[in-house]
């Protein structure tokens, strides 16, 4: 039986790149054939952990994060919404696994080298040692992913391709497992929506992230009309004339020739966006964007007021999500239990 399973941080409102690489997609699944599948959605507050977070914001941030998934279109009815922190089992089954979990690869996870960079004490690795900033669950941080993934038995992984490295040391950890004691996992398979990958507004070649220092980077699903039009208008392209697409050559203008094309969906391509517009001057194709953009916003931000203004809706909604999550977390990891011999 195929179960479906996925996660995003609650650090901050998710934008752009969230919905068009994920949000969307998990949307779509949960539309399409339902029939024998499980399909579950985490706010994984547990990995926000892993850099420092205010107290009151993560707790507010968690409750934003599942008003704004729903009010894009996850339906609990239909998929299981939950916090991951709910759920003991996901921190136990981490530990588990952190026992089989290869060291050299987490040391190159793009994730721990990327922050590792950006760190600028770190000259050496002797460096790392010495740091404040990092702590150790930044480093295991894709041994709890793999233990999201593997205390469901997940079958399926909708995520964005930043994510696809994390799904094979999940794999890896899954066979490593399996071979070990008992082969209990099925290996997880990534669900990717082609060319999603969202650049950032101002530096096209890094991508949209939800981290970066400046505002003007992303969209985030909460703004509104007019600060959408106004990071359009505002973003880097470059200085060749009208629209095309080579993202080598032409980075900015390619992001927002793929976002246009995915924000307009309906399997609109590249090809569509650039042959519409091939008329078009940056300025006024930057317009057009920011319109489809505008309009695919409005209806999302239109109905997490609404759920805002249903008291008590979300805190239901999560208290039942955990409730389902909780019955098929227990039953797993008491299967871990007996085949590793904790029990
Ligand atoms: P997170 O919270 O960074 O992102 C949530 C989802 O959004 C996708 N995404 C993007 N897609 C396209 N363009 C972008 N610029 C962009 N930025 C983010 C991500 O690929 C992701 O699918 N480690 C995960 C959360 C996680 C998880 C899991 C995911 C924890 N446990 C188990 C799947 C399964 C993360 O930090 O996602």
């Keep these: 039986q195929e179960l479906i399973f996925s996660g995003i941080q609650p650090t901050g409102i998710p934008h752009l790149g969230n919905y068009l690489g994920a949000i969307s997609n998990w949307v779509s699944l949960q539309n399409t054939d339902t029939r024998r599948k499980n399909i579950l959605y985490s706010i994984v507050d547990l990995h926000a952990l892993t850099l420092p977070q205010d107290p009151n914001i993560l707790r507010e941030s968690k409750k934003k994060m599942a008003t704004i998934l729903i009010a894009c279109g996850i339906d609990p009815r239909k998929s299981v919404i939950f916090e991951q922190s709910k ?3 996901h921190a136990e089954l981490a530990w588990i696994l952190n026992c089989i979990a290869p060291f050299g690869e987490l040391g190159r996870m793009t994730h721990w080298k990327s922050k590792l960079h950006t760190d600028k004490n770190i000259k050496s690795p002797q460096d790392i040692e010495s740091t404040s900033g990092l702590c ?3 480093f295991s941080y894709p041994v709890l992913q793999a233990a999201d993934i593997l205390l469901y038995k997940a079958t399926h992984v909708p995520v964005g391709d930043d994510q696809i490295q994390h799904l094979q040391l999940a794999r890896d950890i899954a066979e490593k ?13 990534p669900i990717l929506v082609s060319g999603s990958r969202i650049m950032s507004l101002r530096q096209p070649t890094q991508k949209m992230s939800k981290s970066a220092t400046s505002d003007y980077s992303r969209i985030n699903l909460t703004d509104p009309p007019t600060t959408i039009a106004l990071k359009i208008k505002k973003c880097t392209t470059d200085s060749i004339k009208g629209v095309s697409y080579d993202p080598t050559e032409r980075p900015a203008i390619s992001n927002l020739v793929s976002m246009y094309a995915a924000v307009k969906g309906n399997s609109t391509t590249i090809e569509d966006v650039v042959a519409e517009h091939k008329d078009s001057n940056t300025l006024q194709f930057k317009e057009a964007l920011a319109d489809v953009i505008v309009a695919q916003l409005v209806p999302i931000q239109k109905e997490i007021e609404r759920l805002e203004s249903e008291v008590g809706y979300i805190e239901k909604v999560l208290d039942e999500g955990a409730e389902s999550a909780r019955i098929i977390a227990e039953q797993n990891l008491k299967e871990v239990h007996r085949v590793v011999g904790l029990r």
Excluded at 181 to 186: A, D, E, Q, R, S
């Design 177 to 189: 497992f399996n071979k070990k004691f008992n082969p209990i996992f099925p290996l997880p398979n």
């Design 87 to 89: 759920i003991s089992e």
């Design 136 to 138: 150790l669950g930044l």
